[in-house]
T-cell receptor, first 110, second 114 residues
């Protein structure tokens, strides 16, 4: 089924560890973005990309890196995880009918 | 900057009750407005949208009208069901430079009692 695929669904990290959250879409959308969802704060934009090779910062970019080498993939990297990065992360892509979201990655940093 | 404010939850209603979830926005231009729904353990799904003033978005019995004069986009449903229990997000989208960004409200959790 066409859509946005995120992996993994769950992850526990120790403080200081690094990891990459994967996001892939098969709808040929140019625009992709990463959000984090925290209780009572809605969704906050971390980074976004308007096409392969182009990325920009969102509202809360610190502690996260992104790259966009292909239209399909938009991975989010945590270089040195901190407990404040415990959250649910959503990847989204935008096409003519609006945004399509992945099912999320629940990350816990201990 | 642009922002979205929606009523805080949780909202608890009995089945077949009338639902209103308030949403107001501030924007510098002419945004598109959206309601997204998030069921437990899932990502957000687009529920309805409106792209200009006085437009009414509707889907699955839910409706919302884009009111420019009151900068509002309230979500309504005449008779809710248990299956409507979810978190609802109001959002706006504007073009910034060459890209469109979406800004979400904080979400309203809705629980429907049988």
């Amino acid at each position: 089924n066409a859509g946005v695929t995120q992996t993994p669904k769950f992850q526990v990290l120790k403080t200081g560890q690094s990891m990459t959250l994967q996001c892939a879409q098969d709808m040929n959308h140019e625009y992709m973005s990463w959000y984090r969802q925290d209780p009572g704060m809605g969704l906050r934009l971390i980074h976004y990309s308007v096409g392969a090779g182009i990325t920009d910062q969102g509202e809360v970019p610190n502690g996260y890196n992104v790259s966009r080498s292909t239209t399909e993939d938009f991975p989010l990297r945590l270089l040195s995880a901190a407990p404040s990065q415990t959250s649910v992360y959503f990847c989204a892509s935008m096409g003519g009918y609006g945004y399509t979201f992945g099912s999320g990655t629940r990350l816990t940093v201990v | 900057g642009d922002s979205v404010t929606q009523m805080e939850g949780p909202v608890t209603l009995s089945e077949e009750a009338f639902l209103t979830i308030n949403c107001t926005y501030t924007a510098t231009g002419y945004p598109s407005l959206f309601w997204y729904v998030q069921y437990p353990g899932e990502g957000l799904q687009l529920l309805l949208k409106a792209t200009k003033a006085d437009d009414k978005g509707s889907n699955k019995g839910f409706e919302a009208t884009y009111r420019k004069e009151t900068t509002s986009f309230h979500l309504e449903k005449g008779s809710v069901q248990v299956s409507d229990s979810a978190v609802y997000f109001c959002a706006l989208s504007e073009m910034y430079s060459s890209a469109s960004k979406i800004i979400f409200g904080s979400g309203t959790r809705l629980s429907i009692r049988p």
